[in-house]
């Protein structure tokens, strides 16, 4: 009887002290830093799952309200991914979610019911990609790709629940990308390199270590060297060079030249501060290296970097890029979230019946600016 008296003075207390009660077992708080990367939208259902802590919360954007709760994972969130394409192996496709964490499992909800419908491991290790096959292959929409470090790929079929193949490589892989326009190529974000992988096949593993690609920045010690150089030194490099061509040639490393240079004098750019490797959703054979404070373009087909978008070294860090399908234009996320979009220049303009080349290289300009979304109160 004293506890029953405690407990209705205690919410007694806090009504009139105008603090909403607390649901029980409710600990609330921000979300963990293994959280950040843990966010996706569905185009089918119109609903964004986003980790916070060991739970996935789905919720209408629209409304802003919280539909379902999904709390099977014991360790922190890592990944979540929504279905792609539709498929009949799942009773929900258009509401069915796959989540990972930092225990090595992968989770596949229905996320209508909050069931599990699978529960994947491999291992112990965190997973730090997952994606999701997006139709482009006949009857594939049930198979998901999981990312664990240093340097292994499983491909999962989630309709079984059984482990298709597997794949280690020797490099350690941070991140992966599929080319939109060849099924079969893929890039991989590594610590010193960009890996390129161009037999992916849902069927079987990739045969190949795949082939190494290392972007380059002006060498450092130009300014140290000497006007004139002796014919020994010239001879030197010359055979330094061969050499250098030739172990490309074996190992298949291939290097890109930045800021105009070719070949590989000068001095590889470190890709521990890269933060996303991805393809151009609109133009063939271009890739976008994503750092805190500039995106290069590399075109693939020439090995050259074709496009810098350079961002005010006092404004926030870029976290997140996004290129649109149908115009080479890209949406940036900054970390205090806002969003821009800066879209390329014309190469060209029509004047009367002419069509004028333009002198200006081409350019991504800033196209809109949105600021983030500030909480307000009203008395």
Request: net charge positive; charged share 25%.
């Amino acid at each position: 009887m004293e506890g029953k008296g405690g407990d209705e003075g205690n919410k007694a207390t806090a009504s009139s002290s105008g603090i909403a009660p607390v649901a029980p077992r409710t600990v609330t708080g921000a979300c963990h830093a293994t959280n950040s990367r843990a966010v996706d939208w569905s185009a089918s259902c119109g609903l964004v799952a986003f980790a916070s802590n060991c739970l996935v919360v789905l919720v209408d954007p629209v409304s802003l309200q919280v539909a379902q709760t999904l709390d099977k994972h014991r360790s922190l969130v890592t990944k979540v991914q929504w279905l792609r394409a539709l498929t009949q192996r799942h009773a929900a496709d258009r509401l069915t979610l796959a989540s990972a964490d930092s225990a090595g499992h992968v989770v596949v909800w229905n996320a209508k019911s909050g069931e599990a419908k699978a529960v994947l491991r491999d291992g112990s290790r965190p997973v730090h990609e997952l994606e999701w096959a997006d139709g482009r292959v006949e009857n594939t929409g049930h198979l998901l790709l999981a990312l664990h470090p240093p340097a292994t790929l499983v491909l999962w079929d989630t309709a079984s629940g059984s482990k298709v193949w597997r794949k280690t490589y020797a490099e350690t892989l941070l991140g992966f990308d599929f080319d939109p326009f060849d099924t079969s190529r893929m890039a991989f974000r590594c610590q010193e390199c960009i890996l390129f992988s161009d037999d992916f096949s849902y069927s079987r593993g990739p045969g190949g270590s795949g082939k190494k690609f290392y972007v380059l920045g002006p060498s450092r010690d130009s300014p140290t060297k000497t006007a004139v150089d002796t014919v020994e030194e010239k001879g030197k490099r010359a055979r330094i060079k061969i050499k250098r061509l030739m172990k490309e040639f074996v190992m298949g490393d291939v290097y890109f030249g930045g800021g105009g240079q070719s070949g590989n004098d000068g001095d590889k750019v470190a890709l521990s501060e890269c933060l996303q490797v991805t393809y151009h959703r609109s133009v063939r054979n271009h890739l976008l290296l994503v750092y805190p404070r500039e995106v290069l373009i590399l075109d693939l087909d020439l090995g050259q970097t074709v496009g810098l978008i350079s961002f005010d070294r006092n404004g926030p860090p870029v976290v997140d890029a996004l290129s649109c399908r149908q115009r080479d234009a890209v949406f940036l996320l900054n970390e205090h979230g806002s969003l821009s979009l800066r879209c390329r220049r014309k190469l060209y303009q029509v004047v009367g019946n002419q069509v004028c080349v333009l002198p200006d290289p081409p350019e991504h300009y800033l196209f809109c600016f949105r600021l983030p979304v500030r909480p307000w109160w009203s008395q």
